[in-house]
């Protein structure tokens, strides 16, 4: 049942929120948003690491298809139900002092979007997870076609028809799943349970993994991520980089690895390379972005390469690593987009070119900002560092000479954002003008200020996140090398 | 010509009667351009195959050939009253039940 | 066993607060440190390392006696994934105790001397805080009890130089100087990474202990240990400014001068010979990585002396003059002088220390002016200064007794023991070494004032904030040596009987040991010593006797002296060779590859569904009569197959 309404509070407070004038909607949607966190923090005290799946909650939905309304929680998806509650609060804190038009409806949005994003988190039901994969994709096309950026239509359409095109793919592997079940439905222990044969796991690999690739996105499936991640509203860029690509990572350690084990060793190679490219790539382009949101975009596409290949290392650092980046990747994102959201709101442009001297006149952010950043930099004692420690470790175990490469992004990250950092922060007015940027205001301060306090918390003492998923992720590596 | 024994027309003839009738409606409504026309050709194709279908019916000894026949008859009837009816507001419009004329619904 | 045990709980809280204090340092320096007096938050940054020290001190003096052996304190579970089990650990031996003592004995001097250099800087507060934090990482660096939690220290301690190196940071030059420091040690960092997991896949751990109890199992030059040790060897060049990612360091003098003497001499960029003495057992394992630091140590060595010979800013004389010592100790490394490394390092941050903080109060003095053709005569203006800096750099040169000739002549005797021909090179570098450091102090200290008249009226002794430490040093430069007196010399070398447990375990060290002949041995002395004295009078002939100057940077000479004005045009270098490509593909990957062929090819998925679409629809002509003859085509060909199959 606290699964169930960790779903239903967001879904009924976006009702709620609609009724709400303005500003009170922002308030209503951050108390509905703080209900859950609070439920989320019941459900981890109440948590047992090695218990399997908890809080689980199954009913019969469509009988003659086998379809279940099944849902639960384990060591995999509560990092990512943590995620998104974290996420939740702090993205709608973010635009407290903000103009938004109809807040109302855009906070009804954000809210519908957390609901959803939670039910693919802790779907046990294949059928049940499509619904909420798919649902996730409306409150963010509306986010996007209504709040965002000049060009947001075309933008729009793109990551739309993009992300739907691999969801079809996914759709038509889990009817090949549901086929070799013989009809015996769509959950998720009855699709582990099936003996495929190596043809079969391949070819539903294929159909299931595009669809993760897109949303995650792997190299080179990424191109409608830069663009979009640009052209959405802040709050929306948010929730795509914070959580939404989470959905691609976490939908691999649900319904790819145990499922269909031995094709993941067969394609192992090839996807750990692509990764790793992407890693490359990723940051490279990076460093010469001009605008500081496309910059991140593409710093977030470097990061989660790194988190794709970890997840394909079959040991236990890539896993864990892949689980603990995912989380942490969530927070950082969002504070990096923050950041860049509260340069455009003081100068009304995010160009890295012609700033500087921020530092002098609103230290207040650009300590925080700096926090936020190394945490990115992944440097040793911020959140980034455990996760990525782990998944190089993780790609080591599989090939040196591959980590040695994905590597590189410990270098080219604190080329392209001390980069963007310097430029924009330090030195002096580089302008013909002088200008004004006020400080934060309060609201801006608690939102960096739990940011930044979580990057240094993760990063000391990682150890208690770490234990909440090590039992499952062990047993998940037993299930695959079976 | 032992066929005609009995006054009998044979089975076979029903059949060709029949395919010589639906040929005679495919070539008309292909290649008439008065759709009224055209329409009557339409006819004829659906009257071929009712006689195909009484026959088998006759053949066989079974009722429900003789059931669809109504049912095509319904239909044909319906088909009619709608279609003449279209025909009639066209031409109204354009003073013309040429089909070369009717081709602005394209693209 | 039970030693064990008493001395791990006897020591377990001081332990932990030798970290945690200037840790706390910085924690209120950072969050308070608005709302306290300058005076107040400096004395807390000094007193929380000062603190430090003096617990350093009775582990040091527990140390003395026979019962002492290394111990470790776990503080948390830090990292577990799988097999990997990282904890928060302190690893206390006679080598960590030794470099504690280094970095929280001259880190409070510094922290004194920055009270009175930085008073009128409005960053104050931040400064020490950022002083606070690097102390902190330093220490977790060299107290880590297994290879993870040195390497939070390692990139700690790089975050740190980042902030101080950029912290003035109105200054994009500054900024740049910043980034580059952090950029070039991250290249080192990445080698430090990888070694680290390769350690971990061939020994199943991170730990120290465990590793270097497994040590044993490998053979001489297996191949996987020889690329561990290059790996991290690797990580020790970007932190210790070797050959060839040494540019930064002349770069980081951007920083306050305290910054300098204590990160960029003393402590930070001794990590690398830290973590090479540590992994001792693995590198004596792995004798052909041993060649190649030998080959690195000594062309930084040598490099770094050259370029020292024709630089005027008095802060990159002794940044080039640090990377020069620098490669010296890798000298010792590579030669597998474990302790003799050390011993430099320890002697080191003394006279560098004392040298930087020196050069800071001259430039205290000269208001700021750090090009040393506008100096001179500064000797009766600012003595103490004088007086302590001339010491130093007597220090530096290796002339006896003062601590450089110890351990240089420890490293120097290593080097015949090998090779004549690296000695002999080795002491080329040590003439050099002697010549700019004089020509230095002529330039600074000698002949008539060359400044302007305002800073003529300016000129003034430093507080007794700055002096004090100044004063400290140069004893410690002149006694520091005595902890190592050869035997040759009569002592007892009291340093190597100290650190004989850290190598205890490293078996081919024990068997490898090389005696010179005594007599041999004080011949090099001499040799040395008689070498150093020659440069000395050359270059007080040149530069007092003669009055030679520098030229202006209008009238530069050419020739192999304008190479070396411009450091060999490394620089440029790095800049044509990475720098530029790296920028010029970045642009060619975004708008070639990822717009043209990435996005392209998505795009032309969306354009060819479009096109498909175009043509499609002119099927749909409007022509009943078509529609009509398709449908019987059709009709027929479908007949047609039914019948056919």
Same mark, same amino acid.
């Given at each position: 049942?606290?699964?169930?309404?960790?779903?239903?509070?967001?879904?009924?407070?976006?009702?709620?929120?609609?009724?709400?004038?303005?500003?009170?909607?922002?308030?209503?949607?951050?108390?509905?948003?703080?209900?859950?966190?609070?439920?989320?923090?019941?459900?981890?005290?109440?948590?047992?690491?090695?218990?399997?799946?908890?809080?689980?909650?199954?009913?019969?939905?469509?009988?003659?298809?086998?379809?279940?309304?099944?849902?639960?929680?384990?060591?995999?998806?509560?990092?990512?139900?943590?995620?998104?509650?974290?996420?939740?609060?702090?993205?709608?804190?973010?635009?407290?002092?903000?103009?938004?038009?109809?807040?109302?409806?855009?906070?009804?949005?954000?809210?519908?979007?957390?609901?959803?994003?939670?039910?693919?988190?802790?779907?046990?039901?294949?059928?049940?997870?499509?619904?909420?994969?798919?649902?996730?994709?409306?409150?963010?096309?509306?986010?996007?076609?209504?709040?965002?950026?000049?060009?947001?239509?075309?933008?729009?359409?793109?990551?739309?028809?993009?992300?739907?095109?691999?969801?079809?793919?996914?759709?038509?592997?889990?009817?090949?799943?549901?086929?070799?079940?013989?009809?015996?439905?769509?959950?998720?222990?009855?699709?582990?349970?099936?003996?495929?044969?190596?043809?079969?796991?391949?070819?539903?690999?294929?159909?299931?993994?595009?669809?993760?690739?897109?949303?995650?996105?792997?190299?080179?499936?990424?191109?409608?991520?830069?663009?979009?991640?640009?052209?959405?509203?802040?709050?929306?860029?948010?929730?795509?980089?914070?959580?939404?690509?989470?959905?691609?990572?976490?939908?691999?350690?649900?319904?790819?690895?145990?499922?269909?084990?031995?094709?993941?060793?067969?394609?192992?190679?090839?996807?750990?390379?692509?990764?790793?490219?992407?890693?490359?790539?990723?940051?490279?382009?990076?460093?010469?972005?001009?605008?500081?949101?496309?910059?991140?975009?593409?710093?977030?596409?470097?990061?989660?390469?790194?988190?794709?290949?970890?997840?394909?290392?079959?040991?236990?650092?890539?896993?864990?690593?892949?689980?603990?980046?995912?989380?942490?990747?969530?927070?950082?994102?969002?504070?990096?987009?923050?950041?860049?959201?509260?340069?455009?709101?003081?100068?009304?442009?995010?160009?890295?070119?012609?700033?500087?001297?921020?530092?002098?006149?609103?230290?207040?952010?650009?300590?925080?900002?700096?926090?936020?950043?190394?945490?990115?930099?992944?440097?040793?004692?911020?959140?980034?560092?455990?996760?990525?420690?782990?998944?190089?470790?993780?790609?080591?175990?599989?090939?040196?000479?591959?980590?040695?490469?994905?590597?590189?992004?410990?270098?080219?990250?604190?080329?392209?954002?001390?980069?963007?950092?310097?430029?924009?922060?330090?030195?002096?007015?580089?302008?013909?003008?002088?200008?004004?940027?006020?400080?934060?205001?309060?609201?801006?301060?608690?939102?960096?200020?739990?940011?930044?306090?979580?990057?240094?918390?993760?990063?000391?003492?990682?150890?208690?996140?770490?234990?909440?998923?090590?039992?499952?992720?062990?047993?998940?590596?037993?299930?695959?090398?079976? | 010509?032992?066929?005609?024994?009995?006054?009998?027309?044979?089975?076979?003839?029903?059949?060709? &009667? *029949?395919?010589?009738? #639906?040929?005679?409606? %495919?070539?008309? $409504?292909?290649?008439?351009?008065? +759709?009224?026309?055209?329409?009557?050709?339409?006819?004829?194709?659906?009257?071929?195959?009712?006689?195909?279908?009484?026959?088998?019916?006759?053949?066989?000894?079974? &009722? *429900?050939?003789?059931? #669809?026949?109504?049912? %095509?008859?319904? $239909?044909?009837?319906?088909?009619? +009253?709608?279609?003449?009816?279209?025909?009639?507001?066209?031409?109204?419009?354009?003073?013309?039940?040429?089909?070369?004329?009717?081709?602005?619904?394209?693209? | 066993?039970?030693?064990?045990?008493?001395?791990?709980?006897?020591?377990?809280?001081?332990?932990?607060?030798?970290?945690?204090?200037?840790?706390?340092?910085?924690?209120?320096?950072?969050?308070?440190?608005?709302?306290?007096?300058?005076?107040?938050?400096?004395?807390?940054?000094?007193?929380?390392?000062?603190?430090?020290?003096?617990?350093?001190?009775?582990?040091?003096?527990?140390?003395?006696?026979?019962?002492?052996?290394?111990?470790?304190?776990?503080?948390?579970?830090?990292?577990?994934?799988?097999?990997?089990?990282?904890?928060?650990?302190?690893?206390?031996?006679?080598?960590?105790?030794?470099?504690?003592?280094?970095?929280?004995?001259?880190?409070?001097?510094?922290?004194?001397?920055?009270?009175?250099?930085?008073?009128?800087?409005?960053?104050?507060?931040?400064?020490?805080?950022?002083?606070?934090?690097?102390?902190?990482?330093?220490?977790?660096?060299?107290?880590?009890?297994?290879?993870?939690?040195?390497?939070?220290?390692?990139?700690?301690?790089?975050?740190?130089?980042?902030?101080?190196?950029?912290?003035?940071?109105?200054?994009?030059?500054?900024?740049?100087?910043?980034?580059?420091?952090?950029?070039?040690?991250?290249?080192?960092?990445?080698?430090?990474?990888?070694?680290?997991?390769?350690?971990?896949?061939?020994?199943?751990?991170?730990?120290?202990?465990?590793?270097?109890?497994?040590?044993?199992?490998?053979?001489?030059?297996?191949?996987?240990?020889?690329?561990?040790?290059?790996?991290?060897?690797?990580?020790?060049?970007?932190?210790?400014?070797?050959?060839?990612?040494?540019?930064?360091?002349?770069?980081?003098?951007?920083?306050?001068?305290?910054?300098?003497?204590?990160?960029?001499?003393?402590?930070?960029?001794?990590?690398?010979?830290?973590?090479?003495?540590?992994?001792?057992?693995?590198?004596?394992?792995?004798?052909?990585?041993?060649?190649?630091?030998?080959?690195?140590?000594?062309?930084?060595?040598?490099?770094?002396?050259?370029?020292?010979?024709?630089?005027?800013?008095?802060?990159?004389?002794?940044?080039?003059?640090?990377?020069?010592?620098?490669?010296?100790?890798?000298?010792?490394?590579?030669?597998?002088?474990?302790?003799?490394?050390?011993?430099?390092?320890?002697?080191?941050?003394?006279?560098?220390?004392?040298?930087?903080?020196?050069?800071?109060?001259?430039?205290?003095?000269?208001?700021?002016?750090?090009?040393?053709?506008?100096?001179?005569?500064?000797?009766?203006?600012?003595?103490?200064?004088?007086?302590?800096?001339?010491?130093?750099?007597?220090?530096?040169?290796?002339?006896?007794?003062?601590?450089?000739?110890?351990?240089?002549?420890?490293?120097?005797?290593?080097?015949?023991?090998?090779?004549?021909?690296?000695?002999?090179?080795?002491?080329?570098?040590?003439?050099?070494?002697?010549?700019?450091?004089?020509?230095?102090?002529?330039?600074?200290?000698?002949?008539?004032?060359?400044?302007?008249?305002?800073?003529?009226?300016?000129?003034?002794?430093?507080?007794?904030?700055?002096?004090?430490?100044?004063?400290?040093?140069?004893?410690?430069?002149?006694?520091?040596?005595?902890?190592?007196?050869?035997?040759?010399?009569?002592?007892?070398?009291?340093?190597?009987?100290?650190?004989?447990?850290?190598?205890?375990?490293?078996?081919?060290?024990?068997?490898?040991?090389?005696?010179?002949?005594?007599?041999?041995?004080?011949?090099?002395?001499?040799?040395?010593?008689?070498?150093?004295?020659?440069?000395?009078?050359?270059?007080?002939?040149?530069?007092?006797?003669?009055?030679?100057?520098?030229?202006?940077?209008?009238?530069?000479?050419?020739?192999?002296?304008?190479?070396?004005?411009?450091?060999?045009?490394?620089?440029?270098?790095?800049?044509?060779?990475?720098?530029?490509?790296?920028?010029?593909?970045?642009?060619?990957?975004?708008?070639?590859?990822?717009?043209?062929?990435?996005?392209?090819?998505?795009?032309?998925?969306?354009?060819?569904?479009?096109?498909?679409?175009?043509?499609?629809?002119?099927?749909?002509?409007?022509?009943?009569?078509?529609?009509?003859?398709?449908?019987?085509?059709?009709?027929?060909?479908?007949?047609?197959?039914?019948?056919?199959?």
């Amino acid at each position: 049942m606290l699964t169930s309404s960790l779903i239903l509070i967001p879904l009924i407070g976006a009702a709620l929120g609609l009724l709400a004038k303005g500003n009170n909607s922002k308030i209503v949607a951050l108390l509905v948003a703080l209900v859950n966190l609070v439920l989320t923090g019941i459900l981890i005290s109440q948590f047992n690491p090695a218990g399997g799946v908890q809080f689980e909650q199954n009913c019969s939905w469509i009988p003659s298809l086998g379809v279940n309304y099944h849902v639960g929680i384990d060591g995999i998806s509560i990092l990512m139900v943590l995620l998104a509650n974290i996420a939740g609060p702090l993205i709608i804190l973010s635009q407290f002092n903000r103009d938004i038009e109809r807040a109302h409806i855009y906070n009804a949005l954000i809210l519908f979007m957390q609901a959803a994003m939670i039910g693919v988190f802790v779907s046990l039901d294949g059928f049940l997870y499509y619904i909420f994969w798919e649902l996730a994709l409306i409150p963010i096309f509306f986010l996007m076609l209504g709040w965002g950026g000049p060009n947001r239509q075309a933008v729009t359409l793109k990551f739309f028809l993009y992300t739907l095109a691999g969801s079809l793919f996914m759709l038509v592997g889990f009817v090949l799943l549901y086929v070799n079940s013989g009809g015996a439905g769509f959950d998720h222990s009855v699709l582990v349970g099936l003996q495929l044969d190596e043809t079969t796991q391949r070819i539903i690999f294929g159909l299931l993994f595009i669809a993760f690739a897109i949303k995650m996105p792997i190299f080179p499936f990424h191109s409608w991520q830069p663009g979009a991640y640009t052209e959405a509203p802040t709050q929306g860029t948010m929730l795509l980089s914070g959580v939404m690509l989470k959905m691609g990572i976490y939908s691999v350690f649900r319904w790819i690895l145990p499922i269909v084990p031995d094709a993941v060793s067969y394609f192992s190679t090839l996807i750990i390379v692509l990764s790793v490219i992407g890693i490359i790539y990723g940051s490279w382009i990076a460093i010469r972005q001009k605008d500081l949101k496309t910059l991140f975009a593409f710093a977030s596409f470097a990061h989660v390469g790194l988190i794709a290949a970890g997840l394909f290392t079959n040991n236990a650092q890539g896993l864990q690593g892949a689980l603990i980046q995912s989380l942490v990747h969530g927070i950082n994102a969002i504070g990096l987009f923050y950041c860049a959201d509260i340069i455009q709101n003081r100068l009304g442009d995010r160009l890295v070119d012609g700033k500087g001297g921020i530092r002098l006149i609103a230290p207040a952010f650009a300590t925080l900002f700096i926090i936020v950043l190394f945490g990115t930099v992944a440097l040793p004692l911020t959140n980034g560092f455990v996760g990525e420690f782990l998944l190089l470790a993780g790609i080591a175990d599989y090939s040196i000479v591959l980590s040695g490469v994905a590597g590189l992004t410990v270098i080219l990250c604190a080329v392209y954002m001390l980069r963007s950092y310097q430029y924009v922060m330090l030195g002096e007015n580089s302008r013909s003008v002088s200008f004004t940027f006020p400080d934060l205001v309060l609201s801006e301060k608690i939102t960096l200020i739990i940011i930044a306090a979580l990057v240094i918390f993760i990063g000391v003492y990682p150890d208690p996140i770490l234990k909440l998923t090590e039992p499952a992720v062990l047993q998940l590596l037993e299930q695959i090398n079976a | 010509m032992n066929e005609f024994v009995g006054g009998q027309v044979p089975f076979d003839w029903y059949l060709y &009667l *029949s395919l010589v009738l #639906f040929a005679i409606g %495919v070539a008309g $409504v292909l290649m008439r351009r008065n +759709a009224i026309v055209m329409f009557m050709s339409v006819e004829l194709m659906l009257n071929s195959v009712n006689l195909i279908l009484v026959s088998y019916s006759s053949y066989t000894g079974k &009722l *429900s050939g003789m059931v #669809f026949v109504f049912f %095509v008859m319904v $239909v044909a009837a319906a088909e009619v +009253a709608v279609g003449l009816a279209l025909l009639v507001s066209i031409y109204r419009n354009i003073r013309s039940v040429d089909i070369e004329e009717l081709k602005n619904l394209k693209w | 066993m039970k030693d064990i045990v008493d001395q791990s709980a006897q020591f377990a809280l001081s332990t932990i607060l030798i970290p945690l204090l200037p840790l706390l340092g910085f924690t209120i320096n950072a969050f308070f440190g608005k709302h306290l007096s300058k005076t107040l938050s400096g004395a807390l940054a000094t007193l929380s390392v000062a603190v430090s020290f003096i617990l350093s001190l009775t582990i040091f003096f527990a140390a003395q006696n026979d019962g002492f052996s290394a111990f470790s304190v776990e503080v948390f579970e830090w990292i577990t994934a799988g097999a990997l089990r990282i904890p928060m650990e302190f690893y206390i031996d006679q080598l960590t105790v030794m470099f504690m003592l280094i970095i929280t004995g001259v880190g409070s001097l510094i922290h004194l001397y920055s009270m009175g250099y930085m008073h009128d800087d409005e960053g104050h507060n931040r400064f020490f805080a950022y002083l606070n934090l690097f102390v902190f990482f330093m220490l977790l660096l060299v107290m880590g009890a297994n290879y993870l939690i040195t390497f939070i220290g390692w990139e700690g301690v790089g975050l740190c130089s980042y902030l101080l190196i950029g912290f003035w940071y109105k200054n994009q030059e500054y900024n740049n100087a910043a980034k580059k420091a952090f950029i070039m040690n991250r290249i080192g960092d990445l080698g430090f990474l990888l070694g680290m997991f390769l350690i971990f896949q061939n020994f199943g751990s991170l730990t120290f202990t465990e590793v270097f109890s497994k040590a044993g199992n490998y053979d001489l030059n297996d191949g996987m240990i020889v690329a561990i040790t290059l790996l991290l060897f690797v990580g020790a060049t970007g932190k210790s400014a070797q050959l060839p990612l040494f540019t930064w360091l002349p770069d980081a003098m951007a920083g306050p001068t305290p910054v300098s003497a204590l990160i960029h001499a003393a402590t930070m960029v001794t990590a690398g010979i830290y973590l090479v003495v540590r992994s001792n057992i693995l590198f004596s394992l792995a004798p052909d990585t041993q060649h190649v630091i030998l080959i690195v140590g000594l062309a930084t060595a040598i490099f770094g002396a050259i370029i020292g010979l024709r630089q005027n800013d008095i802060k990159k004389v002794l940044a080039y003059s640090t990377v020069s010592q620098l490669g010296y100790m890798f000298i010792a490394l590579g030669l597998g002088a474990y302790s003799a490394a050390f011993f430099h390092v320890m002697t080191h941050a003394f006279f560098k220390a004392l040298l930087f903080l020196g050069a800071g109060s001259v430039i205290h003095a000269m208001s700021g002016e750090q090009d040393i053709r506008r100096m001179g005569g500064l000797w009766k203006y600012i003595k103490v200064t004088g007086i302590t800096f001339i010491i130093g750099t007597i220090a530096i040169s290796g002339i006896p007794p003062l601590a450089g000739f110890f351990s240089k002549d420890e490293i120097l005797a290593n080097a015949f023991a090998h090779s004549p021909l690296i000695w002999g090179l080795a002491v080329g570098g040590s003439m050099l070494t002697a010549f700019y450091m004089f020509r230095l102090f002529f330039l600074t200290f000698c002949g008539e004032f060359r400044g302007t008249e305002e800073q003529k009226h300016h000129l003034h002794e430093s507080p007794a904030t700055i002096t004090i430490p100044l004063i400290v040093l140069a004893v410690l430069s002149i006694i520091g040596g005595f902890a190592g007196v050869p035997e040759v010399l009569g002592g007892s070398h009291w340093l190597n009987r100290f650190l004989a447990p850290v190598f205890a375990d490293n078996e081919i060290l024990s068997h490898s040991a090389h005696h010179l002949d005594h007599n041999l041995e004080i011949m090099l002395m001499c040799i040395s010593v008689a070498a150093a004295v020659i440069m000395i009078t050359i270059a007080y002939v040149v530069y007092v006797s003669k009055s030679v100057r520098p030229a202006d940077d209008q009238h530069q000479p050419g020739g192999f002296a304008k190479l070396i004005a411009n450091k060999f045009y490394v620089d440029e270098l790095y800049n044509a060779i990475i720098v530029k490509p790296v920028m010029f593909l970045s642009n060619a990957l975004y708008n070639f590859v990822e717009v043209y062929i990435i996005d392209g090819f998505v795009n032309l998925l969306g354009k060819g569904a479009v096109g498909g679409s175009r043509v499609l629809r002119l099927a749909q002509s409007g022509n009943i009569g078509f529609y009509f003859f398709a449908i019987t085509i059709s009709i027929l060909v479908i007949i047609l197959i039914n019948t056919l199959s």
